[in-house]
């Protein structure tokens, strides 16, 4: 009897634990146009060095906070040059202090870009935009879907994707 209660207190430990590791610590916001929708978690400034440091140049992002940020297109599309098929893909960039690479992947569900690696070989498309430099930080991450581009702002650096 001692045996079992302290496999189910290991059990529910366990299990909590897990469950607050995988809890959002930012909130998640969803913007949408007719035709493109992108679900993220949303990350705050909070007086830190965030490109190059917090997230390193270099290294694939999931671009945003939490789950990795989600892009749906309602159509097939032109992303940054590229055709991309209708449906929905996995955001992510890797930072540069000249020109951003984005990457659209079709693995979905990941936590993060801890798994990355793993799923590259899902990419359906990666483009070089370049970064543009705020005269005034953006305290959170926000997406915006003008009629012809994804864009993106945060800390000091706007980017944004060309969509047709």
Not at 62 to 69: K, L, N, V
């Given at each position: 009897m001692k045996h079992l209660l302290m496999a189910a207190f290991f059990l529910a430990t366990t299990s909590l634990g897990f469950a607050q590791e995988k809890q959002r610590k930012s909130p998640h916001v969803s913007v949408e146009?007719?035709?493109?929708?992108?679900?993220?978690?949303?990350?705050?400034?909070?007086?830190?060095?965030?490109?190059?440091?917090?997230?390193p140049f270099g290294k694939v992002w999931?671009?945003?906070?939490?789950?990795?940020?989600e892009i749906t297109f309602n159509k097939d599309v032109v992303f940054g040059g590229k055709p991309v098929k209708k449906g929905t893909y996995t955001f992510f960039t890797i930072p540069d202090p000249k020109t951003w690479t984005i990457i659209l992947n079709g693995k979905l569900g990941q936590w993060g870009?801890?798994?990355?690696?793993?799923?590259?070989?899902?990419?359906?498309?990666?483009?070089?935009?370049?970064?543009?430099?705020?005269?005034?930080p953006a305290e959170k991450l926000t997406f915006t879907l003008p009629s012809n581009a994804v864009v993106f702002e945060w800390d000091d650096t706007k980017v944004s994707v060309p969509v047709k």
């Open positions: 146009n007719k035709d493109i929708k992108v679900v993220y978690g949303q990350p705050s400034k909070k007086g830190r060095e965030i490109f190059g440091k917090l997230e999931r671009t945003g906070a939490d789950e990795a940020t870009a801890y798994d990355y690696d793993k799923n590259k070989g899902e990419d359906v498309v990666a483009v070089k935009v370049p970064r543009v430099a705020l005269s005034q």
